[in-house]
């Protein structure tokens, strides 16, 4: 289906996005490109470290520890 043309058979100029220009949609584009693939390759490799390999839970780990210095707490000194 062609484009309709205006009044003089002009075409429609292409629909685009006004506040950037060609450089700074390049720079947009590839960034969002850069951030998709990064995750993505994250997220893969996370999974199947997960569940292929032992993996230690940390939120666990990190309340054993506060347990453990919890429990080395001097006592106050109660001199009167």
């Keep these: 289906m062609a484009a309709r043309a205006g009044p003089e058979g002009e075409q429609p100029p292409p629909a685009s996005l006004p506040w950037l220009s060609g450089g700074a949609a390049a ?6 490109l850069q951030f998709l693939l990064g995750f993505t390759l994250g997220n893969v490799v996370g999974m199947y470290l997960a569940q292929n390999y032992d993996i230690p839970n ?3 780990k990190l309340e054993d520890f506060k347990k453990d210095v919890e429990a080395k707490k001097k006592p ?3 001199k009167s």
């Design 27 to 32: 720079w947009a584009v590839g960034t969002m």
């Design 58 to 60: 940390i939120a666990k």
């Design 76 to 78: 106050p000194n109660d």
